[in-house]
Nanobody, 123 residues
Framework: QVQLVESGGGLVQTGGSLRLSCAASGRSVSSYALGWFRQAPGKEREFVAAISWSGGNKDYADSVKGRFTISRDNAKNTVYLQMNSLKPEDTAVYYC????????????????WGQGTQVTVSS
């Protein structure tokens, strides 16, 4: 079993920045791919970013490319999502998830999920 806890969410103005963290416990996730997803009210969950187990491969949704950066520190069993130039449309609950093997763009392919952290961007 893997437990994931997200933190770092909050209220920020348009153009601001936040860094989300996802701390894993229960077992090392150094061999797992990690993904960030988000869900806004009334909308389906969507892929945001993902990173391979080594950190060598990353991918982003087009809507966040150039603004968000995913990274991981396997020694700390933690993955990060640096979010810059935030927009009101980034407002959502952000979730991290892990899966064995390579990363995937579909949430149902992930094995473990965190409880989410709220990000609110005011205009």
């Amino acid at each position: 079993q893997v437990q994931l806890v997200e933190s770092g969410g909050g209220l920020v103005q348009t153009g601001g920045s936040l860094r989300l963290s996802c701390a894993a416990s229960g077992r090392s996730v150094s061999s797992y791919a990690l993904g960030w997803f988000r869900q806004a009210p009334g909308k389906e969950r969507e892929f945001v970013a993902a990173i391979s187990w080594s950190g060598g491969n990353k991918d982003y949704a087009d809507s966040v490319k150039g603004r968000f950066t995913i990274s991981r520190d396997n020694a700390k069993n933690t993955v990060y999502l640096q979010m810059n130039s935030l927009k009101p449309e980034d407002t959502a609950v952000y979730y991290c998830a892990v899966r064995s093997g390579g990363y995937h763009y579909t949430g149902s392919r992930y094995d473990y999920w965190g409880q989410g952290t709220q990000v609110t961007v005011s205009s």
